[in-house]
């Protein structure tokens, strides 16, 4: 075990991936020389040589694009797109192709690929350097969508999403780079995709949150005496519903956090998921606590878009004392 | 069988002051002594500018800032060339265009120091607002190009791009339609040679950006970037050919990046001292004051008083900078759609009666 922040364990991950796999590639803008702007892809091209690990021009769809070809033609390649706001530049790519190729050929070809992306607010980036996506990229079928937000559980999803046989959207939450740490393995291991995790057990009321806001909803737990429950959802698609609806068929309350805009957001399908399965054990409306439906805004307004712990806190008593 | 060559291709380039200052007399463009001095002028005051906003991002008073120190020739040469309705599209790198083109010193603190309201430009002037995501906006220029010619107007547009920023598929159909509309644009390319970190050699196969161009049916040209008056003479040459008819044109200042990319970057993981040693030597700003010294044009004096004089816009500019009342969560709301949606008055009034709470 050693301590690592989360972009340690993603590049452990990466390593261990490589080392393990000779399909395994590495490509996107300045994740050679650099180490990736971020130093996820840090060390990579020295161990594993240009062959392996390339600095691509500056082209995003052109970056999917060749993954996607690479997939299909038995590599496992881990593209990086430096920021999720240029994922969309790929969008057709990923959409158009990536997700669908199993179907159209009945699995004939396949697209084994991940593709990890910083995403989210808070590091008073430039513009579209803050966004959350990830419920547009859950709304495409054929794609699985997995964000962490700790170190070990960036380690072993990474590697679990390197193994997995589909497109992988791989959303690492850049506010969290740094953030936190914790003991993570050298060696090689797994988390399981489509498992949620509950983080802290609870009785009154259950809290659901993924990536660069759980930490935050972390953080309101301790503001307030409600007795939470917090799931922290780790995959988005697919979605673990079993762990969603034994929690709230426990506590009847269940307040949902996510930075993304709320309308469209993905606490919308929770929302809807818990109407289809858990509806009459409610005692109160399931809870938002969302950005808002507006663009990003430049740095010195973002506080006030990303979802604080009073807002986060004040959702929670209000869900509990309804 | 038939076997010929159906096209074949040069590029042209262009440089009008030697590295040593020298002129080429046959090259030289039209510029009185008085407008000499002001293109000379306006080089200084955006150079300590770009030397200010670094100190502004290290002491926390500005965000992520990109600088474009040693760039000052290719962005002023071509803002000096264009008329004050011509329309720039340009990028995070280019402060020096846009203060050269009406854009108040003010206008880009406030952009880099996280203030959406930086963006707006004073009446008349049509800067569009700097494009974060990397080649996007030339398509934009084509399009505000197109605009022109489809209504009449005279103004010209300039699409502002890097060597990297070439690669971008968007990029690339931006120059296409601009020459199948035969648009009244310019492609402003600096090539600095990196794009980050990954050098211009790995970013294309082609010799040149210039001649990217020539695939799409129009004039590619490459000029010392570091040379002012080339780059205003191409720019200038490319403006009057667009008002007339004549098209696009790509305009490579071939150039170099003096700083790190941005803030966040450290430029001294992939690139050696020593090039960027190299490159000092050529200083755009130095290259133009030696020659109005020979020319006696200017002298230490003139350049003392210039200093303290362009020294105090800046200081003034960051005074007035600091003295604008933040900007409102409201406007956020206000401006998303040209009415405010339901759902979005009502996630206002949940917020300000939580902030109001407090
Ligand atoms: C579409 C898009 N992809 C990636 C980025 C991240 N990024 C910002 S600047 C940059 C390099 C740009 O290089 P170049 O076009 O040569 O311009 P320069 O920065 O050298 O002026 C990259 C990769 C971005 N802003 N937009």
Not at chain 1, 191 to 206: F, H, L, M
Request: hydrophobic content about 40%.
């Amino acid at each position: 075990m050693v301590t690592m922040n989360l972009v340690q364990a993603v590049n452990s991950g990466l390593k261990c991936a490589m080392a393990d796999d000779k399909r395994v590639v590495v490509l996107g803008e300045d994740v050679g020389a650099d180490g990736g702007v971020f130093r996820a892809s840090d060390g990579l091209l020295r161990q594993f040589g240009k062959g392996r690990v390339m600095d691509t021009p500056l082209a995003e769809s052109g970056i999917v694009g060749v993954s996607i070809g690479m997939a299909v033609a038995g590599l496992r390649p881990v593209p990086e797109i430096q920021f999720s706001g240029f994922l969309s530049m790929a969008f057709a790519q990923l959409v158009n192709h990536a997700a669908r190729i199993r179907m159209r050929s009945r699995g004939a070809f396949t697209c084994p690929l991940v593709i990890r992306t910083p995403y989210g607010g808070g590091i008073r980036a430039l513009e579209h350097h803050s966004e959350s996506m990830e419920a547009v990229f859950s709304h495409v079928p054929g794609i699985k969508v997995v964000i962490p937000s700790s170190p070990y559980d960036a380690k072993g999803l990474l590697m679990s999403a390197i193994k997995d046989d589909n497109p992988v959207v791989f959303m690492e939450p850049s506010r969290l780079y740094r953030a936190v740490k914790e003991d993570v393995p050298e060696n090689s291991y797994t988390v399981p995709i489509g498992k949620a995790k509950v983080v802290k057990e609870g009785s009154a009321v259950t809290v659901i949150s993924w990536g660069s806001m759980l930490q935050q909803a972390k953080l309101a737990l301790s503001h307030t005496d409600v007795d939470c429950e917090l799931i922290d959802l780790r995959t988005l698609k697919p979605l673990d519903t079993d762990t969603i609806i034994v929690s709230v068929k426990k506590t009847g309350r269940c307040v949902i956090v996510q930075e993304a805009p709320r309308t469209g957001g993905f606490a919308s399908e929770i929302i809807a998921v818990i109407n289809d399965k858990a509806l009459l054990s409610l005692k109160a409306p399931v809870s938002r606590v969302a950005g808002f439906d507006t663009g990003f805004p430049l740095y010195k307004l973002e506080d006030h878009y990303l979802p604080s712990i009073e807002r986060i806190v004040a959702a929670i008593e209000a869900t509990v004392n309804y | 069988m038939v076997e010929k060559v159906l096209k074949s291709f040069g590029v042209k380039y262009l440089q009008v002051l030697d590295e040593n200052s020298k002129p080429d007399a046959r090259l030289m463009p039209k510029l009185s002594p008085k407008q000499l001095v002001e293109l000379y002028s306006t080089m200084v005051l955006c150079r300590r500018f770009d030397e200010k906003a670094l100190i502004l991002q290290r002491q926390g008073r500005l965000g992520t800032y990109a600088s474009f120190l040693g760039q000052e020739a290719a962005q002023i040469g071509t803002a000096y060339a264009l008329a004050r309705e011509d329309w720039t599209f340009p990028t995070y790198r280019d402060s020096a265009l846009l203060i050269a083109h009406s854009m108040p010193m003010v206008s880009l603190l406030q952009y880099f120091g996280g203030d959406e309201r930086g963006s707006i430009p004073p009446k008349g002037v049509n800067n569009f607002p700097i494009s974060i995501p990397v080649g996007t906006q030339g398509l934009h220029a084509v399009g505000a190009a197109m605009a022109a010619t489809i209504q009449g107007k005279k103004f010209a547009t300039v699409a502002c791009l890097g060597d990297g920023a070439s690669s971008e598929g968007d990029m690339n159909e931006a120059f296409n339609f601009a020459g199948v509309f035969k648009a009244p644009v310019i492609f402003l390319c600096q090539n600095n040679q990196y794009a980050i970190s990954v050098p211009v050699k790995q970013q294309t196969a082609a010799e040149t950006i210039a001649q990217k161009a020539i695939a799409f049916g129009f004039e590619g040209v490459r000029v010392d970037g570091n040379d002012v008056l080339a780059v205003y003479s191409a720019a200038s040459a490319a403006l009057k050919k667009a008002r007339s008819g004549g098209g696009p044109t790509l305009i490579e200042c071939f150039t170099y990046r003096i700083s790190n990319h941005t803030t966040s970057d450290d430029a001294s993981r992939y690139r050696p001292d020593s090039e960027v040693k190299e490159w000092q030597k050529k200083d755009p700003v130095i290259r133009l004051r030696k020659f109005l010294v020979a020319k006696k044009l200017w002298n230490d004096k003139k350049e003392a008083q210039l200093l303290a004089g362009v020294d105090k816009q800046v200081s003034d500019a960051v005074t007035k900078y600091e003295s604008i009342p933040a900007p409102q969560v409201e406007d956020v709301f206000k401006y998303t759609y040209s009415e405010m949606p339901q759902s979005l008055k009502e996630q206002l009034d949940d917020y300000r009666r939580l902030m109001e709470g407090k």
